[in-house]
């Protein structure tokens, strides 16, 4: 297959933070406002993964993801770091700090209709400094479940009818290396 020459995307619909466009007969969405998206693959000092629950309008139900959020998208921190986000997204949502913060993953989450590329962090030596939940009317709740229950507690979570994100996935195994590599040193 020869290589597509973009063209210019035209805009079919905008709000306040997406934007819809068109582009070689592709619909998609752009963040036209953002610098960036971070995920946090975050663990306790005794070794609990912290995940966070929140309810998720477009998919109409509650979603078991990690602590995550927009780079730049607070009004004069246009070009906020990657970096200081995933520790600001991390505190706000969850009242948690890290000792350690290293970006590990970079992708796209949906390539078929978003511009989004997402950057895990993983976090490590996390400590609760604040009850978290989230900004406005965000009401995030935070779970921090063992590597060692994750399974059960997922499969409990969805029989509550939550639905789980796929990145969960992803962080748990960038963890689950982690501890086979340190297994085998």
Not at 67 to 93: M, N
Not at 100 to 126: C, D, H, L, W
């Amino acid at each position: 297959m020869a290589d597509q020459i973009p063209s210019e995307p035209r805009i079919l619909a905008e709000g306040a933070h997406l934007r819809m466009v068109v582009s070689n007969g592709w619909e998609y969405v752009l963040r036209p406002k953002i610098s960036g998206i971070v995920v946090i693959v975050g663990t306790t000092n005794h070794g609990g993964l912290v995940l966070v629950t929140q309810w998720r309008e477009p998919v109409g139900a509650q979603v078991v993801e990690w602590p995550a959020g927009l780079a730049g998208d607070v009004p004069g921190s246009e070009t906020e770091a990657l970096e200081a986000a995933a520790r600001r997204e991390l505190f706000e949502e969850t009242g948690f700090t890290a000792a350690s913060m290293k970006a590990v993953m970079i992708g796209p989450p949906s390539p078929g209709i978003s511009n989004e590329i997402v950057t895990f962090y993983r976090a490590r030596g996390m400590v609760r400094t604040a009850p978290g939940g989230g900004r406005g009317a965000e009401r995030i709740r935070t779970h921090v479940v063992p590597m060692s229950w994750l399974a059960d507690w997922l499969e409990m979570m969805r029989g509550k009818g939550y639905l789980v994100d796929p990145k969960v996935y992803a962080g748990a195994y960038i963890v689950r290396q982690e501890m086979d590599l340190w297994i085998h040193d």
